[in-house]
């Protein structure tokens, strides 16, 4: 069997969409799967403007996903160059070709002419495509004009009556007729290649055997198949993916900090949770396993198991596993990841924090890190809070008992010299002992006095510890003189 060789082509928008990666994931695991090669190549032909640092936000974003290419820009291979505008002399020859088999031509048409000739159409309530006006000139006169020096364009000459079909992996058979086709530019007036043109000069060329990409490409492909047939080239199996939605109506979006991998990692979702996630957007393994490390992935990766109906980008389900994901990292791992994000609550607060006791009581309860602020903040501060909260049916506690609780708690809180979480425990728990209460009865109003929220991570003597003696102190107070 012939090596399968897949490709993921990105154009160098300085972002990673989380489609593309994707497209990238599942090249990239088939080649893996097959023993293949997996290609990187980098479209920018088509591009208005360059952007400063693009390409390497394509590197650094497959590298630290685990997805190394065989060939690619900086790593080489026997197909190169792999970056279009590199290989931007090689495809005027190949359009060239194709007009001499008459399978394309020159076109002169000037942007006013054609403005006018889509305005006509459009007023006569028709598509405007273009009306081979040019495909009609004489040898003589496109010789003079290329002669001249007149600027042009070579456009694809493609069948006006008919039907065109191929076989799609995901998809099945696809049908067009051939009067939706138009005679789309293959090389632009400044010499370049349309991305419609380069795709198929660099599959071909790069021996790619499967191509996938977004099913954007679905209705292009029967021209593609067109330029292929008429250049005598194998055709390369398509696999076509469809779009990942946030919901059923809606694209992952900028707008909505949803649609990029960096979007992500800022948050601090893990990448390898993201990219298992992504896996499943779109494809599943035919049973009911959700969690695969890359080796997994390439193991089970069956392209015969891509979903036909659109991907669902499900955050819920995402922050779910990612919690998983976190959860299973090794404590000290998890530590240094989400330092950074407990400087962030406790920028500038005149207190320490104990941060590995207060990570190891996280630790457990952290879905996404960007999380984590909002679930320390009233470590910082005590937040304003309704005195519904001492109200438990459970412990039979409420605004009226806490009272007596926490003159029970506030001197022996008061005598304890050495502040550890043992300490403060024995301490009260004996107070609490000889009261004959429940634990939960002074525990729960406890925790809310110096605390304010219904739920925290670590329970009363916890978060004594972590605030400090003073700060306990003076919390307990201001919390006994409003109940
Ligand atoms: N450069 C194209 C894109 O970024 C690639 C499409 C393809 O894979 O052929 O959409």
């Not at 020859?93 to 008459?102: I, N, Q, S, T």
Request: proline share 4%; with cysteine.
């Amino acid at each position: 069997m012939k090596e399968v060789r897949t490709r993921f082509a990105p154009s160098p928008t300085g972002f990673m969409h989380l489609g593309g990666l994707r497209t990238a994931l599942y090249n990239y695991l088939y080649a893996k799967k097959n023993g293949g090669k997996f290609i990187l190549r980098i479209e920018d032909t088509d591009q208005e403007r360059f952007v400063e640092g693009a390409t390497e936000v394509i590197y650094d974003t497959l590298r630290s996903c685990g997805m190394e290419w065989d060939e690619g820009p900086d790593v080489g291979g026997a197909y190169g160059p792999y970056v279009q505008s590199d290989r931007k002399d090689l495809y005027l020859p190949y359009a060239k070709e194709l007009v001499e088999k008459g399978a394309a031509y020159y076109c002169f048409c000037t942007k006013e002419e054609l403005d006018e000739r889509r305005a006509a159409a459009e007023a006569r309530g028709e598509v405007f495509k273009y009306d081979k006006h040019c495909m009609h000139l004489s040898k003589e006169e496109i010789q003079q004009k290329l002669d001249a020096g007149v600027p042009y364009v070579i456009r694809m000459n493609a069948p006006t009556e008919g039907e065109s079909s191929y076989e799609d992996v995901v998809f099945g058979k696809l049908t067009f007729p051939n009067d939706t086709l138009d005679d789309m530019v293959l090389i632009k007036q400044d010499g370049m290649p349309t991305y419609n043109f380069a795709n198929v000069i660099d599959d071909h060329l790069m021996g790619i055997t499967h191509v996938m990409r977004g099913m954007e490409y679905l209705s292009s492909t029967p021209k593609y198949n067109l330029l292929y047939n008429a250049f005598g080239w194998e055709i390369p199996e398509y696999v076509h993916l469809t779009t990942v939605m946030r919901d059923a109506q809606h694209k992952l979006s900028k707008r909505h900090g949803d649609a990029y991998y960096s979007d992500f990692i800022e948050k601090g979702y893990l990448k390898e949770a993201l990219i298992n996630y992504l896996a499943l957007v779109g494809w599943n393994p035919g049973d009911d396993r959700e969690f695969f490390t890359m080796d997994e992935l390439v193991d089970v990766f069956d392209i015969h198991r891509l979903n036909n109906s659109p991907g669902i980008f499900d955050m819920q389900k995402l922050n779910w596993m990612n919690a998983r994901y976190i959860a299973q990292m090794p404590f000290e791992d998890y530590l240094a990841a989400v330092t950074p994000w407990f400087d962030k609550a406790f920028e500038g607060m005149d207190r320490k924090m104990d941060y590995k006791r207060l990570a190891e009581l996280l630790h457990s309860r952290t879905e996404v890190f960007n999380q984590v602020p909002d679930m320390v903040d009233f470590l910082r501060e005590m937040p304003a809070f309704d005195k519904e909260l001492y109200f438990n049916k459970k412990m039979k506690t409420s605004a009226e008992t806490a009272g007596a609780a926490l003159d029970l708690c506030i001197p022996v809180l008061e005598g304890i010299e050495d502040w550890s979480e043992t300490v403060i425990h024995d301490a009260v728990m004996a107070k609490i002992a000889e009261s004959g209460l429940k634990n939960g009865a002074v525990l729960w109003p406890l925790r809310i006095a110096i605390s304010g929220k219904q739920s925290t991570p670590g329970g009363a003597f916890e978060i004594a510890y972590l605030l400090g003696k003073e700060e306990t102190m003076k919390r307990l107070k201001a919390s006994r003189a409003d109940v």
